[in-house]
């Protein structure tokens, strides 16, 4: 099985910029399709992004498309998810999550996914 490790959060300004990565061991990420989810105090975990086990198709929230991309390196085993443009309503606990099932009908489904990280805090002040 696969094991993952979030990192790269932090505390931010509206408007700005983070990064986190999402390093995975025990099994090579390329047999997995990949995705993120984020949990607000309060709320329930939801989908922001997601990805094909190739990298090729990707999949994102409405409330974070255009500024959120995810992306992939399987030689490095990490996946990564590029937030840019920052709002106050983006702080939550982001996981990174590996699912063996494929396609749009399952990339935003939680329950497909069988493995998870501890997730990293991201915060965005006004």
């Known amino acids: 099985q696969v094991q993952l490790v979030e990192s790269g959060g932090g505390l931010v300004q509206a408007g700005d910029s983070l990064r986190l990565s999402c390093a995975a061991s025990g099994r090579t990420i390329s047999t997995y399709n990949m995705g993120w989810f984020r949990q607000a105090p309060g709320k329930e975990r939801e989908f922001a992004a997601a990805?094909?086990?190739?990298?090729?198709?990707?999949y994102y929230a409405d409330s974070v498309k255009g500024r959120f991309t995810i992306s992939r390196d399987n030689a490095k085993n990490t996946v990564y998810l590029q937030m840019n443009s920052l709002k106050p309503e983006d702080t939550a606990v982001y996981y990174c999550?590996?699912?063996?099932?494929?396609?749009?009908?399952?990339?935003?489904?939680?329950?497909?996914?069988?493995?998870w990280g501890q997730g990293t805090q991201v915060t965005v002040s006004s």
């Open positions: 999550g590996a699912s063996v099932y494929s396609g749009s009908l399952y990339a935003r489904d939680i329950l497909k996914y069988g493995y």
């Open positions: 990805d094909s086990w190739s990298g090729s198709t990707t």
